[in-house]
C-alpha cells in the first residue's frame, strides 16, 4: 500500500502507452514545431508517419498531433464533407468476392433475382377490413397514391359488375346480416336513410335487423323502406307548403 501511494506521489506512471503518459504535458522543441507547423496540412496517418520518421518521439501518436493542431488554430482546409460533384472513391469498382455483400453468409440472406418478399400482395388479393367486410385488390388507380391497385369492397365490386353502379344516395345491405357472404344476391341497395332504422335499440323500439331471425329480416327491412318513404313524403309536403 505505501509503495502504490508513492508512486502516485512521484508520478511514477505504469501499465499501457496511453496510461503512462496520461496527465503529463508533451513538450515538443522550436524545430519540432517548425516542422509541424510547416507540415500541418498532411492528413493526420500521414502527418504522424512522416513526424516519427524526422524526430524519434515514440511517446506521441496522431491522437497528439491532432489535439496540437487544433490547440494551436492551424487550419488544414479540409471540411470531412463530400463536395457536390465529388466522385466516391469506390465508384465503379466491385466489391471483391467473399467480402461485404458478396460474402457467402451476406448472399444467403439475399433476394435473389426474381423473387418476391412473402408478404406480397397480388392482384385479387383479399383481406378483412376492421368493419369486418372483405376488401379485394383490384386494378384500379389508387385515388390517394396514383398506385395501379387498390382495395375496395368485394361485395360492392360483385354487386355493380352484376348490376351497374350503386344509385346515388344509396348504399348496400346484406340480407342475412353477414357482412363477409360477398354473393350479389345477399346484397340489396337501399337509400342510406333505411340505415338507421335497421340498427334498432330503446329509442326507436324494433329489433336490430342483423340479430333478429332469418325469418323475421323480410319484414323488419319493408318497415323501415315503408317507413323512410313516408318521413320523406311528410318532408315534401311541409317543403310544398
Request: hydrophobic share 30%.
Amino acid at each position: 500500500m505505501n509503495l502504490h501511494g508513492l508512486r502516485k506521489r512521484k508520478g511514477w506512471k505504469t501499465g499501457r502507452e496511453g496510461d503512462r503518459y496520461k496527465g503529463r504535458h508533451r513538450k515538443f522543441t522550436p524545430a519540432e514545431m517548425a516542422w509541424l507547423e510547416a507540415n500541418r496540412l498532411l492528413p493526420i496517418s500521414d502527418y504522424h508517419r512522416a513526424f516519427i520518421a524526422e524526430f524519434p518521439r515514440e511517446d506521441v501518436n496522431p491522437k497528439n498531433l491532432h489535439g496540437l493542431r487544433k490547440r494551436m488554430g492551424w487550419k488544414t482546409g479540409r471540411t470531412g464533407q463530400f463536395e457536390r460533384g465529388q466522385a466516391p472513391a469506390n465508384k465503379g469498382k466491385r466489391c471483391p468476392e467473399g467480402v461485404g455483400g458478396r460474402h457467402p453468409n451476406a448472399r444467403r440472406t439475399q433476394f435473389k433475382k426474381g423473387q418476391e418478399p412473402h408478404n406480397t400482395k397480388h392482384l385479387g388479393h383479399e383481406r378483412l377490413s376492421k368493419d369486418g367486410y372483405v376488401e379485394i385488390s383490384v386494378a384500379e388507380v389508387n385515388p390517394h397514391t396514383g398506385y395501379g391497385r387498390r382495395y375496395v369492397h368485394k361485395h360492392v365490386h360483385l354487386w355493380e359488375a352484376a348490376n351497374g353502379p350503386v344509385p346515388e344516395g344509396c348504399c348496400l345491405k346484406s340480407l342475412d346480416g353477414d357482412k363477409t357472404n360477398t354473393d350479389p344476391s345477399n346484397w340489396t341497395a337501399i337509400p342510406r336513410g333505411v340505415l338507421p332504422r335497421l340498427n334498432g335499440g330503446r329509442a326507436t323500439r324494433v329489433m336490430a335487423y342483423d340479430s333478429a331471425p332469418d325469418d323475421l329480416k323480410p319484414a323488419l327491412l319493408t318497415i323501415a323502406k315503408i317507413d323512410h318513404r313516408a318521413r320523406e313524403l311528410r318532408r315534401q309536403r311541409k317543403d310544398a307548403a
